[in-house]
Structures are given as structure tokens and as C-alpha cells.
């Protein structure tokens, strides 16, 4: 005989395979809901009574009783009289249903949704579209008006609603956008307060080439949102608004082309010319979005975003607006990780431009995301500049952004904040903070590239810290976001961070051998092979000659410099070394009394400690003071390994040297 399954999906019922069976009246449907409800455990019959009745009649505890018997009667037919019921049972004060786990739609809908959770992407959709299929109508839906029913119904509601956008979302992100409209259609005629229907539906719409509907829905969204609730979209509709106004390749269909780079040069290209040339403001900050993309790609398009980027700035300038000048600056929010600009001329244009337009933005509270995008840009393009208003800006920035409790301004503004945490040695923990936070915010609100780079900014911070074991885990972590997500300039820094770690095993044990050494220089030079033409001069030069004297040094072996590489901004710290080695000391000690600090960047450490090794030799005591009491803080770290790219090795050994040196 068929077993009992039973429906709270729509209206109560109970059947036995095809056939449905008789439950009488209301009350009688209304104690089998309870008793499902309870998933299995005992009702005791005086809270039956209490939810049956608002004023129970005097004998309602005999009538819960009859209507329990009637039941039995229905579920259990051939059940002989005085055996004891298996389905509907006394136990105790009260009754349980022992249906089984798949009996009951409700159940098996939610073990469905689970499952699907667990399966691989391609096959959860049509799981979804089978669990999705259980229902009939309003869950428990003759007593919607029930206190007892109200928390489940609500909770079974809530989650067929993201089921539905749970399978949009797999259905968008495989490739078949077009699946996912009409649902999301359906589904959005019922529940126009879901946001993320919303976004999903418009993200859909332009996935399948119909930009101008998908425009149309975000516009439909925020009047209904306006006029049935009294509020503004939320971030991720207004970030997708921007992005498909900027035709932003993150959010093209998956399986693209690979040449992104190149679609994205012809895109900014035709931007370029269409606006800022032409001087057309409505279009300007699109093209700063498409620069924005272009620049993530690496190589050529980061070049070109940085060529195209000051024009753009300029044109919005002379349009008068401070406003739209203030967008335009604070929308070139390209995530970075490394604290030393790549064109310092523009940097300082840049950030010129972006303290004119906050001197003249209006005060109002309404101008404050601008002004904080506009403060995040100061710090951000004041990276590796030794001055007090990178670091306020930063700070500022932050104060508003969380004021604001904006997830996309607040990732840019500790982007600011990040880049101004190098003002002196040992700040790897509040670093590795601010990766924390990053990868959070991007976890949480999708921002994919923000995410990456938590990861990065993580990668440093623990490998400073000596936990590269954390560190690797970013590493992953960071690699596997760029290649689901195209951005190639990530392998970069993770191919350095693998040639640290060389660098750290051949150190890692005394009298390492030569072979160590060689492989540790093998992997650095390897990764500086990355860097040609990935378009960042400032990650590139002189990394890879500076690598390799940390590594010498970081062993015990001599400083060896070859005064004829390009030493790039790190020369004035070689030039000492290739001195001594010509024995033209008197040179090399007045070379070191002429170094300047080390800039505040993520190389702050690995300077200080080519300064102390210099001071060693030259056995000048005034530097060793000097030297000592700025890695000092650092105590306990890998001296360079902030950078996630190199390391002179620990600083407790440097520290323990020189203190040594002192005492002689």
C-alpha cells in the first residue's frame, strides 16, 4: 500500500498516492498542520486547544480527541480497532505525527534546497526548478491568519524566495541569462521589494544584449522602492546601474572572448573620443568606468587607463561642476596594492585636482560620498610620500564612509587607509586588519576585485609576520578569484610571493647550501620575467636587483651589487655597497650619512636593513642608532616580507647585530 504524504504547500491535505484522502472540516486540517509543524515531536493537547480555540468551548479537549480519532480513521483505514495508530500517535500529553522525512512537501522542498547548495552549479538549477515545483500556494494557507502558523509560513516564504534568486543567479552566472527573466518576472509582480530580484533581473537583461530594458527595470526598481517603502536602491543596484552604464566587462557573459584587454582599449578608445575629447559631460563618468575596467587587465590597458585618465579629469574641471568634477576623480577606484605609484607626476596632478574640487564642493551633507571618494583619492595617489595629509585624508575618508555605511565606499577608503600604513616599520597587524575588512566587505556585497585584494593585502601582512602558512592560504585564495574572474595582474604578485618563499626555505636552516641559493634566485628572477610589460614601472624597477641583495644578505653572504643594473628609486641605498666593494670607504660612509628615511611603503623594512647592513660594515654607530631604533617596532617580523615580494631575512637577527655592533 502507497504511503501517506502529506501538503502544507498551498492548502493542507493528505494523500495516498494519487488518491487524496478525506479530512472532514477545518479543524481537523487544522490539528494535522499542527502536528506538521511540530516536524515529528509531541503537541500537548492543551496547546492544541489553545491554538484551535481563541475561547474554548467546554469540552474542547473531547473534541481535540475526536477530531485526533477522525484522522486516524482517514490516514490509517485498515488499521484493526484498539491497535495502537503507527502515523498519528499518543504519546505522553499530547500527539506526534510520525510522518517520514520525505512525507511532507514542506520537508522534501527544504532537503532540496540543501542539496542543491552542495551540488556542482550546472545541475543545482534544475534542482531548484524540481524543489521550486512543490508548491501549490501560500504555505499553510488556510491559516495564514494563525499566530501558530505565521513563523513558518514566513520562514518557508523566505526561503522559496531565494531559492527563486538562487537560481537565477546560477542561471545568470552559467551562461543562460535568458532562462532567468521570465521567472524573475513572475517573481517580481509578487514581491517588488527584493532588491536582489531586481538586480538579478537587470543583470540578466544585459547579459542577453538589452541594455536599455535592463536600464529600464533599475529605473522601475527605484520608483517602486521610492514610492511603496520610502527608500533609496540599495549599493549592488546602484553599483550595477554604473557599471552598465560604463558597459563594465565584469559584466559581461561568462566565456567571453580572452582578449579582454583588447575589447576594453577599443571600448575606452571610442569612449575617449565620443566624451572627454568632445567635451560631453553626460558621458564622462562612463568613461572613467570603462578606464576603471581597462585598468585591471594589466599590461597595455593599465598603461593606457593611466594616459586616458588625467583628460578625463581635466574635461570634467572645465565644465565648472564641482560635483561632476568630484565624480569623475572618485571614480577611478582600481583596486591597489602596492605603495609606490607607478607615474608619480600624475599622481600629484591627480591629487592637485582633487583638492581644488574639495575646497570648492558644496558643504552639505549630501556632497559627503563625494567628498569621501574625493579624500580616499588623495590617499590613495599620496602613497609613498612622506606627508601628514595622506594619512588624514585616509582617516577622514574612512570616518565618512562609515558614517555612510556604504560597503563600496568604505572598501575604497581603506584602500586609502592601507596605502598609508607604511609610515614606519612594524604595522603588518593593522594591515592585516584592513585585509580582513576587504575580504569581508567583498564577500559580502561583491565586490570581487576589493575581495582580491583583502587577499593580497592578507598575503603581505601574514608574511610579514612570519605565518606564511596563512599567507599560502591567501595565496590560493587570490589566484582563484583572478582566474574566475580575469585578472591576470594578481599571478604577478602571487608569482613573487612563491619566490619568497625560496628565498625563506634557504635561509631557513644555517649553512644553507648554494643550490638553495640558486633556486631562490631562479624564482625571483622568474617572477621579474612576469613584470615585463604588465605596465606597473613602479612594482618593477629595481625590484628584482634589490630581491636578490636581500637574499645574500638575508644567508650571511657578502653584499654583492651590480652598480650597472637599474636600481631604479632603490639606487641610493646600492651605491654604498658597490663603494665598499672598490674599497673607496671614506665614499661609501658619506654615501650612507646622505641616505634619507626609507619611503613609507612596503618596503620600508628591507631599506632599513640594506642601511644596517651598510652600518655594519662601515662599522658607523650613529647609523647603527639610527638603523636600530627604526626596525625596532618590527621586532619578531620577516624584514621585507611585508611587500609579499622579497625579505632580508628576520629582523630579530638584524636587531641582534647591530646590537652587538654597539656594544663592541
Known sequence: MDAVTFGVLGAVTAGRGPHPLALKGPRHRAVLARLILARRRVVPVARLVEDLWETPPPRAVGAVRTFVGDLRRALEPDRPSRAPA???????????????????????????????????????PDRLRAALGEWRGPAYAEFGTEDWARGERSRLTELRLRAVERRAELLVELGRAAEAVPDLDAHLTEHPWREESWRLLALALYRTGRQADALAVLRRARGLLAGRLGIDPGPRLRRLEAGILAQDPELDPPGEPADAAARLWTRATEAYDR????????????????????????????????????AAVRAAEE????????????????????????????????????????????????????????????????????????????????????????????????????????????????RDAIGAELVTLGLRHGLVNHEVLGHLIRLQARAALADLTAADEHARAADRLAERHERPLVAVFTAWYRALREAVSAGSSPGSSGSSQDSAEAAYRSAAARLDGAGMPGLERGLLPLALLGLRL??????????????????????????????????????????????????????????????????????????????????????????????????DGWLAAIRRALEE
Open 554 to 651: 638575508s644567508l650571511g653572504r657578502p653584499a654583492r651589487v651590480d652598480p650597472g643594473a637599474d636600481w631604479g628609486p632603490y639606487r641610493p641605498w646600492a651605491e654604498p655597497f658597490a663603494l665598499l666593494a672598490e674599497g673607496r670607504d671614506t665614499e661609501a660612509r658619506g654615501a650612507l650619512r646622505a641616505l634619507p628615511e626609507p619611503p613609507p611603503d612596503l618596503l620600508y623594512e628591507a631599506l632599513c636593513c640594506a642601511e644596517a647592513a651598510l652600518a655594519l660594515a662601515l662599522g658607523d654607530r650613529p647609523a647603527l642608532r639610527r638603523t636600530y631604533d627604526r626596525l625596532l617596532p618590527a621586532a619578531g617580523e620577516l624584514a621585507g616580507a611585508g611587500s609579499g615580494l622579497l625579505t632580508f631575512g628576520p629582523v
Open 319 to 430: 565644465t565648472g561642476d564641482a560635483d561632476l568634477a568630484a565624480r569623475v576623480i572618485g571614480a577611478y577606484d582600481v583596486p591597489a596594492n602596492w605603495t609606490r605609484s607607478d607615474d608619480p607626476e600624475l599622481a600629484r596632478r591627480i591629487v592637485e585636482a582633487a583638492e581644488r574640487t574639495l575646497a570648492v564642493l558644496p558643504g552639505a551633507p549630501s556632497a559627503d560620498a563625494a567628498r569621501c571618494r574625493l579624500l580616499a583619492t588623495v590617499a590613495l595617489e599620496s602613497r609613498g610620500v612622506r606627508s601628514p595629509r595622506g594619512p588624514r585624508a585616509a582617516a577622514e575618508a574612512e570616518d565618512i564612509a562609515r558614517r555612510l555605511d556604504d560597503p563600496a565606499l568604505l572598501a575604497f577608503a581603506l584602500n586609502g587607509v592601507f596605502m598609508q600604513s607604511c609610515t614606519r616599520a612594524g604595522l603588518a597587524p593593522r
Open 86 to 124: 503507527r502515523l498519528l500517535v499518543t504519546e505522553g500529553p499530547g500527539y506526534a505525527l510520525r510522518a517520514a522525512p520525505d512525507a511532507v512537501d514542506a520537508w522534501r522542498f527544504e532537503a532540496a534546497v540543501a542539496e542543491a547548495d552542495r551540488l556542482p552549479a550546472a545541475q543545482a
Open 275 to 310: 566624451t572627454v575629447a568632445a567635451g560631453a559631460r553626460a558621458r564622462l563618468e562612463s568613461t572613467v568606468g570603462l578606464l576603471r575596467s581597462l585598468a585591471v587587465t594589466g599590461g597595455g590597458g593599465l598603461e593606457a587607463a593611466r594616459e586616458h585618465r588625467m
